[in-house]
């Protein structure tokens, strides 16, 4: 019998996916991570819960697993497979989501 891909993770939709994506620039910090879904969480509360993705007082994002964001070193934000604009980090996420973080050169 063949297995269905991707193989379904029991419980996985009580779960945001969080993937951090060095790319070529920083292929060592390239990870998952599943984040426990509560009610009203939003992208910024999931991108927080990893651990590794440091904010400002205003909101913005200032470093991701100790690589700091300058003007040589840019973040694109996903979700669900869609570029999501910094200033909608508030937005709230559904149990299943997939929100992606991906560090490039510029």
């Given at each position: 019998m063949p297995i269905p891909l991707p193989i379904p993770i029991p419980?996985?939709?009580r779960y945001v996916t969080v993937v951090i994506n060095?790319?070529?620039?920083?292929?060592?910090?390239?990870q998952p991570y599943y984040i426990r879904y509560r009610p009203g969480m939003t992208v910024y509360q999931a991108l927080l819960e990893t651990g590794v993705v440091q904010f400002s007082f205003g909101g913005q994002i200032v470093s991701v697993s100790g690589v700091?964001?300058?003007n040589a070193i840019r973040y694109t934000i996903r979700l669900?497979?869609?570029p999501l604009p910094p200033n909608q980090l508030y937005l709230p996420l559904q149990p299943g989501d997939a929100v992606g973080l991906e560090l490039y050169y510029v």
């Open positions: 419980g996985q939709d060095g790319g070529r620039a920083f292929p060592q910090i390239t700091f964001i300058s669900n497979g869609r």
